[in-house]
T-cell receptor, first 112, second 118 residues
Framework: GESVGLHLPTLSVQEGDNSIINCAYS??????FIWYKQESGKGPQFIID?????DKRQGQRVTVLLNKTVKHLSLQIAATQPGDSAVYFC???????????FGKGTTLSVSS | DVKVTQSSRYLVKRTGEKVFLECVQD?????MFWYRQDPGLGLRLIYF???????EKGDIPEGYSVSREKKERFSLILESASTNQTSMYLC?????????????????FGPGTRLTVT
């Protein structure tokens, strides 16, 4: 069943603001997490990943934070741009030998 | 860059037709996946394959079958299409099966096939 979820189905921000998208996971065996971005009409694209031996990982304008104590994952986007408008999914690797488990997604809308 | 391609972007089929959705990846990945994506339900795994001629059921395999005769190609088959199979179908591949101490769990997705069954 579904073990990965996002707190909010939609998030609206102004251009230039920082965005935070949250995700809760329930499988304590998961040790690998990914954030994907899906633009309208396209397949999901990898943004950033993190392993459970890390608390934070930074990419270009994006940061993923992992709190294993409360099983929480977040994606921070700095200086959000209209091109960041998309659906964002978190995913976890769950039990050994299983496929990635995806959350339902948060739709980020960025207005100018 | 990894490239995952799907045979059609849009497909319209009639109820009862047999439908083939083809997916090809060019990075010699062992694992391939088929998902369907519906509003409010996110990505749901239909089937996956971790080797040629191997397949495993995902969360919603009913009404579907798959074929993997070659490493680079993974086909999804709807034996008798029904209207409730109208959806966006996404194929993905990954280098190594998800598991403990695995380093390459990232899945690369194709652009999707929007299937409408009338």
């Amino acid at each position: 069943g579904e073990s990965v979820g996002l707190h909010l189905p939609t998030l609206s921000v102004q251009e230039g603001d920082n965005s935070i998208i949250n995700c809760a996971y329930s499988n304590s065996a998961s040790d690998y997490f990914i954030w994907y971005k899906q633009e309208s009409g396209k397949g999901p694209q990898f943004i950033i990943d993190i392993r459970s031996n890390m608390d934070k990982r930074q990419g270009q304008r994006v940061t993923v934070l992992l709190n294993k104590t409360v099983k929480h994952l977040s994606l921070q986007i700095a200086a959000t741009q209209p091109g960041d408008s998309a659906v964002y999914f978190c995913a976890e690797n769950g039990q050994a030998g299983t496929a990635l488990i995806f959350g339902k997604g948060t739709t980020l809308s960025v207005s100018s | 860059d990894v490239k995952v391609t799907q045979s059609s972007r849009y497909l319209v089929k009639r109820t009862g037709e047999k439908v083939f959705l083809e997916c090809v990846q060019d990075m010699d990945h062992e694992n391939m996946f088929w998902y369907r994506q519906d509003p409010g339900l996110g990505l749901r795994l239909i089937y996956f394959s971790y080797d040629v001629k191997m397949k495993e059921k995902g969360d919603i395999p009913e009404g579907y079958s798959v074929s993997r005769e070659k490493k680079e190609r993974f086909s999804l088959i709807l034996e008798s299409a029904s209207t409730n199979q109208t959806s966006m179908y996404l194929c993905a591949s990954s280098l190594q099966f998800s598991g403990r101490a695995s380093l390459y769990d990232e899945q690369y997705f194709g652009p999707g096939t929007r299937l409408t069954v009338t």
